[in-house]
């Protein structure tokens, strides 16, 4: 089923722990050590003829891993 037709823009900014954003994330890679954002902020922008509206909200994620370093640490 279709949700969100005439889509202008759709972006994503992810949330670590200290609160700093960022454009994208990969757990995996070595810049967040296997842990994942604490929030996640959405833009949608949607056309409507000659206008456009833009949507924002920000979703805490119930769940999240802090990086592999801290997790050692606090052990």
Do not use: M
């Amino acid at each position: 089923p279709i949700i969100c037709t005439n889509i202008v823009a759709l972006e994503f900014t992810f949330y670590d722990a200290d609160e700093k954003t960022e454009e994208e994330w990969d757990s995996d890679s070595d810049l967040y050590k296997n842990s994942t954002p604490i929030a996640v902020g959405i833009h949608l922008e949607l056309k409507s003829g000659n206008n456009t509206r833009s949507f924002y909200t920000r979703v805490t994620l119930p769940v999240y891993r802090i990086p592999r370093q801290q997790q050692q640490e606090n052990k």
